[in-house]
């Protein structure tokens, strides 16, 4: 595939700061360790490179470890593609559909979101990942989900040599008693021919570098099966919590509207090609999208209301103890808010949301804020339409600029969903 075949690029030298955080400096720890040990253990008491099997076993281990790495790296320094500052749409008409970006000083593309940690405007935004420090977004969304796969493969190879590694060097050695089990290094072991004995320390790194192994098997897989769903359904997990709403919404007003994703193109498989491709470079250009056919690109923006203050803790047993136990589990911080205070959401969880905080000094500084406190407030769209959807937000998707503004009401006004 065209993505092993392209080249890490670097904005500038800073994005090599990006490995000096707790993440990667931990991501990188469990890679080296698990490989080093499947390596000396292999080669050492397993599989010598004296025979066609651990030759090919030893090259496999390598391969495992190079592909790894070159797309984890990739992730981390190729980034997600940020909206250029000062971005704003061809027609100028097109500016009141989307939301401004007082850090960037630009309009936010659709599927964009504005990223604390990074600091930018992020392209098509799933999330921030400590472990690459950077966000999954556009460009590397594809070297994210290789990453992902390739690593719970590469640590099942592994866990597999240890396990034999273990066997093959205790099997003489252990003995089972009525009460006890009896460990005797000093015996006679099957393979006569060791270069460096299999002692106790040996065993003591080969039993550590397992439990890694399987238990990123088991983190990274279930992270990678997150991803895949994300990528076939074409949906990222900030949309996920913006769909959970506007159906929330339609449920509670009891209308008759349906609310439709715009972003899924029909098909897992075309879902799939936009972010996997041959040449190795995800479709479009992350400001516009393919859409549902009949739909054009709109934003969402909820609006909340405090009706309570909040200090910002982030743990605020105040707040409920569910409040207090689902506390997201982030770098970010939180925003303290007085009752009155209005929020812009752009994601969230059941108990927690990320925003902005409107009209204060902390505008543009996006935080986590116990969703408890809010009411909510629709956000109108300044232009007029069917009155019946007035009272409600939009989520609309086509690509922008092939209607004039008239069609665009039009189009509102007969297939508005409402959220």
Known sequence: MGMLCSVIRFENLHELK??????????????????????????????????????????MLINWTVMILYNYFNAMFIGPGY?????????SQDCMYLQYCKICQSYKAPRSHHCRKCNRCVMKMDHHCPWINNCCGFQNHASFTLFLLLAPLGCIHAAFIFVMTMYTQLYNRVSFGWSSVKIDMSAARRDPRPI????????????????????????????????LKVILRNKTSIESWIE?????????????????????????????????????????????WLTKEGCHQYSLTVRYQAIEDYSGACCPLTKGLRTFITTPCTEEPRISLRKGDQILATRGLKHWMYGDKIDSATDGNFAFVCITLFKLQCFISILQFNPKLISQIHYFSMLPNTKSVKQNQALVGEIGVGV
């Open 18 to 59: 990006r490995l000096c955080h707790w993440g990667p400096i931990i991501a990188l720890s469990v890679i080296a360790i698990c490989s080093a040990m499947a390596m000396i253990d292999a080669v050492l008491w397993y599989w010598p490179l004296d025979t066609t099997g651990g030759s090919i076993n030893f090259i």
């Open 244 to 288: 959970e709403k506007a159906k929330d919404r339609i449920q509670y007003y009891q209308t008759r509207e349906t609310f439709i994703f715009p972003y899924d193109l029909g098909s897992k498989w075309n879902n799939f090609k936009q972010v996997f491709t041959w040449s190795g470079n995800p479709e479009g250009d992350g400001l516009e």
């Open 196 to 227: 460096i004995p299999f002692g106790l320390s040996a065993f003591a790194a080969s039993l550590f570098a397992l439990g890694l192994a399987l238990g990123t098997t088991i983190a990274v897989g279930m992270l990678f099966v997150i991803q």
């Open 83 to 91: 909206v250029p500052f000062g971005w704003k749409p061809e027609n």
